[in-house]
């Protein structure tokens, strides 16, 4: 078979995926996806676990190593047939959360952390670089199985089809993986053309099967006599390498990033993974049967020092069918291409979102939101991060020299992408792990994978020197590659896989349990673990746990104890019960959320119903709505207590103002009181005196006379009363016409002394006055201000208790302002009187024919309070001292008179 | 029949004089007093067969005095004509309540007032 000719059939193949994958991009475009998302096209699409590797790799493997191949399949059967445990989970956050990769999980369940998202990418893209190196080697190398038939080609012309075979799978890789945007979106076309590929591989290696089988061996029994004799089927792999390679390839099933493109990016629907869970190993199964024929085959047909990777295809052709080893190199071309493309498409969704545009974002600077062109940016920058990791792979392939065995590369690979699985475990399993135990594990493991494993894969002369391989870097013999912390004697992977992964897990473990949440991850771990109260519309319910008179208990508080017993009753009726409680289903749940949400609000209603039937069913909308829910009722509560502020200040004036009304009535009533006691007390006097006269027998001229005095005596008092209390209340209305004039203290002084009779002969008292000190200009309403000083010397004339009275008068300023004192020599005013003897009524001692009042010292100080000035009882001058405080200057005075 | 002594308790000069000149003509004796602070003394001295009792006085209520005679073994059963300005009902029922024996209001008719004295000296 010329190399054209394959060529031309491989570039059809090309062309044919070209075709059904754009044919079903259209497809599903008009909406008609059907049976494009089958489940059969899910398990299908799964088979991308199934690369090169296990198309030429189990048979390669299987002859070196014996059966121990079979680990390979069963980890991934392991994990399909748990499906319930750790596959539903993922796919149902993966769908819930929109997750676009299996570094955007890790970054997003542990607080949305783009370091993480970084780290996973790390690991990724040195897990997937060998993996692709190992598929452009595998198809280089069956592409010149073909043409060379079994002697070496130069190393030139291999890697010049690997890089052609490189850009080939970068360009489909771009066409149909970055059509979308939203990984979210599924490839359709990508997947139909993946699930093609898996039928082509699983025919083409059952092919070759059954021509070894039917064929060269000569039907079943001599072939199983074959494989009895072959050394092969001899068990020699110890107990601790099997259970770490199935191990290591569950966790790879789970952790690969381009298994976790197909089975969670990809899922269309959960159910899918149902029938997946039985396929997926039955494909499984089916692909690994012929496996051991064909090595035994090989083994005995080919020339000593063969590549036992490439039986494959070399045993028909060693019998010259060149169609059956056409047919088996598409099934291995099918198997590497749908592995790199799925693998590039994953890897390239996290560099880009992890790497290339948190960095573009960053250096624009915020301007990103303003501009039209983000879309774009995602997109151009997916397609150079599909074009690196080919370059990756492709630059790999050609420093490894191709030298390494398929198999060897894949467990490699296998034990980088592991270190994943403890992250990724504690993301679904554990609320406590947290964000820096995760990167704590990430970046422990990695580096123990790349110095346990990766770097000693590039060979004992590769990057590290037998030297480090036999005494450690700087010869510290503890950290020698193969031979972690001296413990010597392990198999190199047993090795790797046990120290990464115990350092890796141990890492997380601790440094989640010392370090704290923040806030996003407890919220994320919450909706991560609790995955399945979370989602599906109806909340987790746990019946047994809950009983109804909880609920009556906490209905009643929020309805009232009738309505919601007579709620329950409804219910229970409808439920045929005869009692007045109702068997807690979740529809009555639903219903009594219904009804609760009437009075507290949806979300509260929906917090302590899930409270009481102990469904913490509360998601990041819940929050929110309770949230807005108890900013409404902040702001109304807000809005209710300042309308009851402003209640209360009001009847805070009101009461104020009552209190006002109260006091000036009881003021008023104990006025009248007291002027009904003054006007009674002359009164009396009068009618008993007048009837005394009226009867007029037996009775002196004299008396007669001294009647008739003392009658006239109280009506004048009587009168004078009556005068005074006009003339307050006159005062104290306001509606006082002042007559302002000019004049000389001292002739208001003289007016005052005059009209008290204390002039002259007829002076009860001695006047001490200066009249050099009373020539101050004095302009206000004269009258009144001599009416003031005629009540304070009358005053001291009535109360001065000396022997020989005497009252000085002393003018002088204070302040700027002229004040003048009456100070007697008498004993002055008890202290205790001082402060209400300004009051009506009061009087210092106890009546006096003919005395006042004690209106004066009322009158004296509303006068003065309308002049603009004052006067006040000084006390500590000896004797009764009273000050009149003069108005101020011209213009305050005017001020004030009005 | 011995001589009808009274007290009066009263701190309106006008007033003493007019009631002294009414009880008088009957042939009673007046005794007065203005003070308030010393009035219960002068009562437990006299022991009069009658008190005309103001109520606003200096020191000391008319109110307390009444109070304290009638908490007195001595001058429970003195009666006491009060005799007060302030003509309110309140007033007149803390009065009755105290166990006052006659409350009157000034001004007074002579002719009532002198009844009202004859009738508790009987």
Redesign the interface.
């Known amino acids: 078979m010329s190399f054209d000719i394959l060529v031309s059939i491989c570039v059809a193949y090309v062309l044919l995926l070209f075709g059904v994958a754009f044919w079903a991009d259209k497809q599903a475009e008009r909406g008609r996806a059907g049976w494009l998302r089958s489940p059969v096209v899910y398990t299908l699409s799964l088979s991308v676990y199934c690369t090169a590797w296990t198309f030429y790799g189990a048979v390669g493997y299987a002859a070196r190593s014996g059966m121990e191949f079979v680990t390979i399949y069963l980890g991934p059967t392991l994990v399909m047939v748990g499906w319930w445990v750790i596959l539903r989970r993922l796919v149902r956050i993966g769908r819930s959360q929109r997750i676009t990769s299996i570094a955007d999980l890790i970054s997003s369940r542990y607080g949305k952390s783009n370091a993480l998202g970084v780290l996973v990418t790390c690991l990724a893209v040195l897990g997937t670089t060998p993996y692709i190196a190992l598929q452009l080697q595998s198809v280089t190398l069956s592409l010149d199985a073909f043409s060379q038939s079994g002697s070496a080609s130069d190393p030139q012309s291999l890697r010049n089809t690997a890089l052609l075979i490189a850009a080939g799978l970068a360009l489909f890789t771009i066409i149909f993986g970055t059509r979308n945007l939203d990984a979210n979106e599924r490839h359709h076309g990508v997947v139909t053309a993946i699930a093609v590929e898996a039928v082509v591989k699983l025919a083409a290696l059952m092919a070759v099967g059954m021509f070894v089988v039917f064929f060269v061996s000569g039907g079943v029994g001599p072939t199983l006599q074959a494989i009895d004799a072959s050394p092969i089927s001899s068990w020699d792999t110890g107990a601790d390498r099997w259970a770490t390679l199935i191990f290591l390839s569950a966790a790879a099933f789970i952790c690969l990033p381009r298994m976790f493109q197909v089975m969670v990016v990809e899922n269309s629907d959960e159910r899918h993974l149902a029938t997946a869970s039985w396929a997926f190993p039955l494909y499984l199964l089916l692909i690994s049967l012929f496996v051991v024929p064909i090595a035994v085959v090989g083994l005995s047909v080919s020339p000593e020092g063969s590549n036992p990777d490439l039986f494959v295809q070399t045993v028909p052709l060693a019998f010259d069918r060149n169609a059956l080893a056409m047919l088996a190199f598409l099934g291995g071309f099918s198997s590497a291409t749908s592995m790199v493309i799925v693998a590039a498409i994953a890897v390239s969704t996290m560099v880009s979102n992890h790497v290339v545009m948190p960095i573009w974002l960053n250096l624009r600077e915020g301007r990103a939101a303003l501009s039209g062109d983000v879309r774009h940016v995602v997109i151009l920058s997916r397609r150079l991060s599909i074009a690196g990791i080919l370059l990756f792979g492709y630059l790999y392939f050609v420093l490894s020299g191709g030298g390494a065995a398929l198999a060897a590369i894949g467990l490699v690979s296998f034990t980088g992408v592991a270190q994943v699985l403890p992250a990724l475990l504690g993301a679904i399993f554990w609320r406590g792990a947290t964000r820096i135990g995760a990167a704590a594990g990430l970046s422990v493991g990695l580096a123990a994978w790349i110095w346990t494993s990766f770097l000693p894969s590039f060979g004992q002369t590769g990057i590290l020197t037998p030297e480090i391989f036999a005494h450690g870097p700087f010869g510290i013999a503890l950290l020698r590659p193969h031979a972690l912390f001296g413990i010597e004697g392990l198999d190199p992977l047993v090795h790797s896989v046990f120290w990464s992964m115990v350092l890796n897990a141990g890492s997380f473990l601790a440094f989640s349990l010392l370090s704290a949440q923040t806030p996003l991850e407890r919220l994320q771990g919450a909706r991560f673990v609790n995955i399945f109260q979370y989602s599906g519309g109806t909340r987790g319910w746990r019946g047994s746990a809950v009983e109804a008179e909880d609920l009556l208990m906490m209905t009643q508080r929020l309805l009232g104890a009738s309505d919601a017993q007579a709620l329950f009753r409804t219910e229970a009726q409808r439920q045929g019960k005869s009692g007045s409680l109702p068997d807690v289903t979740p529809a009555f749940v639903e219903r009594l959320e219904r009804e609760l949400a009437g009075s507290v609000g949806a979300a509260t209603a929906h917090a302590m119903i899930a409270q009481i039937t102990g469904g913490v069913s509360v998601s990041v909308e819940d929050m929110m709505r309770v949230a807005d829910e108890a900013q409404q009722i902040l702001e109304y509560s807000s809005q209710l207590e300042a309308k009851s502020k402003e209640l209360e200040n009001t009847a805070g004036q009101l009461r104020e103002a009552n209190e006002k009304l109260v006091a000036l009535s009881f003021q008023k009533d104990s006025f009248l009181s007291q002027v009904s006691h003054e006007l009674r007390t002359p009164m009396t006097s009068i009618r008993s005196f007048s009837e005394i006269l009226m009867e007029g027998e037996s009775m002196s001229a004299e008396e007669r006379q001294k009647f008739s005095q003392t009658i006239n005596g109280e009506a004048v008092r009587m009168t004078r009363l009556l005068d005074d209390l006009l003339d307050l209340s006159v005062l104290e209305s306001g509606q006082v016409m002042l007559n302002r004039q000019e004049d000389m203290l001292g002739a208001v002084l003289d007016r005052a002394f005059v009209a008290t009779g204390q002039l002259g002969v007829e002076a009860t008292m001695v006047i001490d006055r200066n009249g050099s000190d009373e020539k101050v200009p004095v302009r206000t309403d004269c009258d009144r201000l001599a009416q003031v000083f005629i009540n304070l010397i009358s005053n001291a004339g009535q109360y001065c208790d000396a022997p020989e009275p005497c009252l000085r008068i002393h003018v002088h300023e204070i302040d700027g302002r002229h004040v003048v004192d009456f100070i007697d020599n008498g004993s002055g005013i008890p202290e205790e009187s001082q402060a209400e003897m300004f009051e009506k009524f009061t009087r210092a001692d106890d009546h006096r024919a003919g005395g006042g009042a004690g209106l004066g010292l009322a009158i004296c100080r509303e006068v003065m309070k309308r002049l603009g000035g004052e006067v006040d009882y000084v006390a500590g001058l000896g004797g009764a001292a009273f000050r009149v405080t003069l108005p101020g200057t011209e213009s305050a005075a005017a001020g004030r008179v009005g | 029949m011995t001589e009808t002594r009274v007290l009066l308790i009263e ?5 003493i ?3 002294r ?2 009880l008088s ?1 009957e042939g009673w004796r007046v005794d007065t007093t ?1 003070d308030g602070g010393n009035a219960l003394e002068a009562v437990r001295s006299r022991n009069p067969d009658l008190v005309i009792l103001d109520v ?1 006085l ?1 020191n000391r209520s008319g109110y307390d005095i009444l109070c304290d005679m009638r908490a007195d073994e001595e001058m429970r059963d003195i009666p006491v004509m009060m005799l007060t ?4 009902k309140k007033d007149k029922e803390l009065a009755e309540r105290l166990g006052v024996s006659t409350f009157m ?7 009532e007032m002198l009844a009202s004295a004859r009738e508790l000296v009987r």
Request: proline share 12%.
């Open positions: 701190d309106e000069p006008n007033i004089e007019a009631i000149f009414i003509r203005s606003m200096p300005a302030r003509g309110q209001t000034k001004p007074f008719s002579n002719a």
